[in-house]
């Protein structure tokens, strides 16, 4: 079994075109991926089918994603699943907040290709 197997990764993004990017690159790399454009479409489908991974915009028009990551945590059925931020809010003070709330990691907007793989690879391995 290969560390790609079996794992769900949710992508949870406003902005169609950037989710889409992101949902393809991670397919094309052999993942499963489930996709969201807003918070309670995102909490749902954590609850029922996320047992790998969440990668979350933080700004988006419904709920933020530190709301998001707030109610994930306070879920125990969600508590404990990695949530990585894919944010273009990249200052000391957005990026700290995201970590102290309980994010595993936190990329900046754009990224490259291997640097998201870089985080999701190094997550699924650490879990």
Known sequence: MTDREGVKILVVEDEAAIR???VSLLRME???VLEASN???ALALAREHIRGLI?????????DGYCLLEQ???DP?????PLIFLSARTDRADRRRGMNLGADDYLGKP???DELMEAVTARIKRN
């Open 111 to 113: 990224f490259s290709h």
């Open 77 to 81: 059925v969600t508590a404990t699943t």
């Open 72 to 74: 994930l945590r306070a």
């Open 55 to 63: 990668l979350s915009d933080v700004m988006m028009t419904e709920l």
């Open 39 to 41: 918070r309670r479409v």
């Open 30 to 32: 052999g993942f499963d």
């Open 20 to 22: 889409n990017n992101v």
